[in-house]
């Protein structure tokens, strides 16, 4: 499906250990060397592919953990059934701590990007390179070791800074002046070199590096610079909303002009699962090589029940089905139980294993951030306004007004507009974070939230590996 993701597949072929004696004793052909890591240009793109393949967030759990994680802490879903209903139980419940396995996930697959940026970076220049490439793998390194770290300080806060391949793996936590200031750097110097086209589908682009730089303005309320790299990506002229918003996640158009970055995945290898802690076992799945687990994913009444009726964003829920086994229709709507079904099953899936994209980065969230922006710096305006419409009016729902609006009453419609517009993207927990409603909804939801709760814990394994790691205040 995509060559470059087959790449990283065969990469990680390549470079995995081998326990039989033989095959130990074999002639090894390596692209290392004792001169310099890489002996050739291809040597050097296989350790990026390394980088690119976590950077993707390789491996099922790291592949949909950011769902839920982002989800059910914001009160978007909910599930139960299967051996995750505890995990899930935690999360929706404000009672995580620093051995929840999915947490561990995510610090874990960011930070082997990291570590494979930095080996591309520090034996990158090799006469026998062309300078193009140097440039070109120089760039890419940097954007994902910025992606990188902007996902683990929006998890954790200041964490270790890794810039090179040679430092010590006990690093005590950076402040937040340097990780902040390194995100920020290894994105500008992206965005600066990269193309506007990728050299292979999955691969960064000056539209990603500026789209990871907008939300990390945003999430980190820098109001002015969100407003003025949303614009630069505006003036690009290369994005565009999908005229239908289904074909926004429609699998046969994952290359489609709205998606700025994503997550690409293949059924065969680097894949993912989420619909399978969607769907029960008796849902009718389109394809018989479909499999679920026993896990269920829901989205709450109040927020199904909240779309304009036109809207066509709701299309992309189930609220009812017809069971398999029993032949009855199972009611999702009036229980808190309807699906969410924006990544539809794969025709191509091997079981549980799927290979539907996750956008990361759209252009309708660029849109919505430069409006907030807006919002956040002088108030509701005409130009504000007009940008939520965009979205809006491809979803089939009536434009807004600017009059009867203040900054405190838009506000609140941006991040309405968010939920509609990416529920089950796992976008919410940062967008009520970033507005300072995540604690305070939590709490009127019932859940025990403190404010130490913004951020997730260390985990436990690496406070275990090193005394120099401070864990978060509260946990």
């Known amino acids: 499906m995509k060559s470059y993701t087959k790449k990283i597949i065969l990469f990680f072929l390549l470079i995995s250990g081998f326990s039989c004696q033989d095959q130990l004793e074999e002639e090894i052909f390596s692209q290392l060397s004792p001169e310099s890591l890489f002996t050739t240009e291809s040597g050097a793109t296989s350790v990026l592919n390394g980088a690119y393949a976590y950077a993707h967030r ?8 950011p769902f839920f994680m982002g989800g059910m802490t914001a009160g978007e879903i909910w599930g139960a059934g299967g051996s995750i209903e505890s995990l899930w139980v935690n999360l929706i ?38 300078p193009e490439f140097i440039a070109q793998t120089t760039a890419e390194a940097n954007f994902i ?34 990780v902040t200031s390194f995100i920020e750097q290894e994105l500008q110097q992206a965005a600066a070199v990269l193309p506007l086209e990728a050299r292979a589908f999955g691969r960064a682009t000056k539209g990603a590096a500026l789209g990871v730089l907008c939300k990390y303005y945003m999430n ?7 407003a003025s790299i949303s614009k630069q990506i505006m003036d690009l002229g290369y994005y565009g909303l999908e005229a239908d918003y289904y074909d926004v996640f ?51 009444d109040e927020f199904v029940n909240s779309f304009e009726e036109t809207d066509s964003r709701s299309s992309l829920i189930i609220t009812e089905y017809v069971s398999t086994a029993s032949g009855a229709t199972v009611p999702g709507l009036g229980v808190n139980r ?70 405190e009453s838009l506000r609140d419609a941006i991040l309405q507009e968010r939920a509609w517009e ?45 005394d120099l790691i401070q864990q978060n205040v509260g946990y």
């Open 58 to 65: 390789s491996g099922a759990v790291e592949s949909w953990a």
């Open 250 to 300: 429609n699998i046969n158009n994952e290359e489609n002009k709205e998606i700025i970055w994503s997550m690409t995945k293949v059924s065969t290898g680097a894949s993912q699962q989420l619909n399978a802690l969607v769907f029960p076992p008796d849902y009718p799945r389109p394809y018989p090589n479909n499999g679920v687990f026993a896990a269920r994913t829901y989205l709450f």
């Open 422 to 466: 990416f529920y089950f993207e796992g976008k919410r927990r940062e967008d009520l974070i970033r507005q300072g409603r995540f604690i305070s909804d939590a709490i009127a939801r019932g859940k025990n939230a403190q404010p130490f709760h913004v951020l997730f814990p260390i985990p436990q394994v690496e406070l275990d590996a090193s």
């Open 220 to 226: 980190t309320n820098q109001w002015q610079n969100a």
């Open 338 to 407: 309807s699906f969410p079904y924006k990544y539809e099953f794969d025709p191509n899936a091997v079981g549980s294993q799927a290979g539907n994209d996750f956008p990361i980065v759209r252009y309708a969230d660029i849109l919505l951030s430069r409006a907030e922006a807006l919002n956040e710096l002088s108030g509701p305006s005409q130009e504000a306004i007009d940008l939520i419409n965009e979205v809006r009016v491809r979803a089939n729902a009536t434009p807004l007004t600017l009059s009867g609006f203040d900054q």
């Open 145 to 178: 070791r910025g992606w990188a770290y902007s996902e683990l300080y929006n998890l954790f806060g200041a964490v270790p800074l890794y810039k090179t391949s040679s430092d010590s793996p006990l690093q005590p936590r950076a402040t937040e002046a340097e």
């Open 93 to 130: 419940e404000f009672t995580w701590d620093s051995n929840h396995s999915q947490i561990q996930s995510m610090w874990t697959v960011y930070f082997n990007a990291v570590r494979n940026a930095n080996i591309v970076l520090d034996n990158i220049d090799n006469d026998s390179f062309s």
